[in-house]
Each structure stands twice: as structure tokens, then as C-alpha cells.
Nanobody, 115 residues
């Protein structure tokens, strides 16, 4: 299993970014996917999740209405569209999958929101 995130960067408050996570090594369309983030000095927190077919999503209260998780099962990719970004959204964003009783994480992509 391999998860590779991309799309992070430096953005001003109020700006937008779209993160991508390319998955391989498992039957992507059969598994729910999640995005987590970790800010400096803080614990990793779950940001958003999506079911295998994409019909159901859920979000942390802190990002509801601003972030959207989606997936393209034909491309084995999950996305996180982040709008109205705030400085407190700064952190390392990880893609996560639980496959055959194991936890899998990507290497993370850094998001920095600063003026």
C-alpha cells in the first residue's frame, strides 16, 4: 500500500488549496479514506472522511463548510478542497487508509496559511 499526497503550499488567509492523495497497492474503491492533519506541538486530528463509493462524508467541526473531501475511484485518488483557509489550518496533512487491519499513512504535505 502506498499513499502519496501532493498540493500543499503557502497560501494567504482566505485562500484555497486542493490536496490530492494518490493510492496504490490495494483495491482503492473498496475502502473509506480520510485526511488528517497535525499542527506543530499538537496531536494529529481527523479532518475529513469519505466512504468507499463517496456517498457519505464527514468533517471535523473546525472545517465544516470550508473543506470538501471527494474521490475519483477511476483514478485511485482522494482529494481535499480547502477554501477560506485560516492560519489555524496550518499543519502537515496526511492521507490515511485502514486496509486489511493495518493503518497506512502517506508522507504528508505541508500547508501553511500566513500573510
Amino acid at each position: 500500500v502506498q499513499l502519496v499526497e501532493s498540493g500543499g503550499g503557502l497560501v494567504q488567509p482566505g485562500g484555497s488549496l486542493r490536496l490530492s492523495c494518490a493510492a496504490s497497492g490495494f483495491t482503492f474503491s473498496r475502502y473509506p479514506m480520510s485526511w488528517y492533519r497535525q499542527a506543530p506541538g499538537k496531536e494529529r486530528e481527523k479532518v475529513a472522511a469519505i466512504t468507499s463509493a463517496g456517498g457519505t462524508t464527514n468533517y471535523a467541526d473546525s472545517v465544516k463548510g470550508r473543506f470538501t473531501i471527494s474521490r475519483d475511484n477511476a483514478k485511485n485518488t482522494v482529494y481535499l478542497q480547502m477554501n477560506s483557509l485560516k492560519p489555524e489550518d496550518t499543519g502537515l496533512y496526511y492521507c490515511y487508509a485502514y486496509v486489511t487491519r493495518y493503518d497506512y499513512w502517506g508522507q504528508g504535505t505541508q500547508v501553511t496559511v500566513s500573510s
